[in-house]
């Protein structure tokens, strides 16, 4: 029988909840590395046992575990992030200047393929690899090449926080960057380009059709095809279907375009799921309502999905990697909070219902679907 475990990364540890294929009673692990900021756990899609984690306090700094059997125990691994030749600098919040700092991963991928093989999304906003399960990491420094010195921090930071493989391109591959936008390679990461034609940015750009500099929040695809791209973006819902060639908006009548996370139906490539935000300055649903939207068609069309969530007085946010799906039939769709709740649905996000409700503030989560 199939079993679903999710992995949980919070302010304060990480937290791994499993349960059978039904997914109506869950057991809840952690939390490991409690007291730390977990800001993502994830699991090989070769290897399901093979779990990595980034945690990072403001005391002592970065650290990577890795895990070889489940979260059950950890061990740490490599923790020298380096940037390739004279880093340089990029643009500050001010405009000025300002070194390149590796401060903390915000975003760990592993291989479709390679257990040892990690991509890793950093802040101050770089792209680092390990091919030796986590004890040596490399930075692929092309990605900062691409114009870098005009890359400025957004709100959070400046960080590499969308990582996307292509499953049927194993040298094609996407990132995300708050506040740079969306980055392609075709050649294993050596190269890369700009792909944000046909992002708007009026108010975080003086010229709204830059080539680099766009806040976007989140990217997603589904595995049976991968040249259509979902974006949340500071403002606006995206689609691509050329691959991040060019991009057209599909917030249609969404109740606020403005979000963080985004994600597609594991067995439905148009069904998309997103959480809108009231605004820019105001982190939680609009009017105290907590409702994932789901669109059918791609876009446009969007349907509240409200059954099981808290309707008044509710002033959590999701953030950008906080919502994940598995692939059981029919799907589960998954999300955590800044409230500490975790939310699935079993019912492709008909109705909800929480796992816990009384974790950390919810930084990540991931499902892995195991047989």
Same mark, same amino acid.
């Given at each position: ?10 302010? /304060? ?21 409690? &007291? ?110 691409? /114009? ?19 499953? /049927? ?19 294993? &990461? ?108 791609? &876009? ?72």
């Amino acid at each position: 029988m199939s079993r679903v475990r999710v992995l949980v990364g919070t302010r /304060k540890g990480a937290f791994i909840l499993n349960a059978e294929g039904q997914r109506n009673r869950w057991e809840v692990s952690g939390p490991h590395f409690a &007291g730390w900021e977990i800001y993502h756990v994830n699991g090989s899609p070769v290897d399901p046992n093979r779990l990595y984690a980034s945690q990072n306090t403001s005391w002592f700094g970065q650290m990577l575990q890795r895990s070889d059997d489940g979260g059950q125990t950890w061990e740490a691994v490599g923790n020298e992030f380096k940037y390739e030749g004279v880093p340089g600098t990029h643009k500050w919040y001010d405009g000025t200047q300002h070194p390149w700092e590796f401060k903390r991963v915000w975003h760990l991928e592993p291989s479709l393929t390679d257990p040892d093989t990690v991509y890793a999304g950093a802040e101050d906003a770089a792209l680092f690899k390990t091919v030796d399960g986590g004890r040596t990491w490399q930075e692929l420094p092309g990605l900062r090449g691409v /114009k870098g010195d005009l890359w400025q921090p957004g709100a959070g930071g400046m960080c590499v926080h969308t990582i996307v493989l292509d499953p /049927k391109n194993p040298d094609r591959m996407f990132v995300a960057i708050s506040a740079a936008g969306v980055f392609r390679t075709d050649d294993s &990461g050596k190269t890369w380009r700009p792909v944000n034609q046909g992002l708007k940015s009026p108010w975080e750009l003086p010229d709204a059709e830059a080539e680099v500099g766009h806040c976007v929040h989140r990217i997603a695809l589904h595995p049976s095809d991968p040249n259509t791209l979902f974006m949340q973006k500071h403002w606006d819902v995206m689609r691509s279907d050329n691959a991040g060639d060019s991009w057209t908006e599909v917030s249609g009548d969404l109740p606020s375009d403005f979000g963080f996370p985004i994600q597609v139906h594991a067995h439905e490539p148009q069904t998309i799921y997103v959480v809108p935000i009231k605004s820019d300055s105001e982190h939680f649903p609009p009017d105290g309502r907590l409702r994932v939207y789901r669109s059918r068609s791609g &876009g446009n069309d969007w349907e509240a999905l409200t059954e099981g969530l808290p309707q008044k007085d509710c002033y959590v946010n999701v953030l950008r990697d906080a919502m994940a799906v598995d692939a059981l039939d029919p799907c589960g769709v998954y999300f955590g909070t800044t409230g500490g709740q975790v939310y699935m649905s079993a019912e492709n996000g008909d109705t909800w219902s929480p796992i816990v409700r009384d974790l950390p503030a919810v930084l990540s989560v991931e499902v892995q679907t195991l047989q």
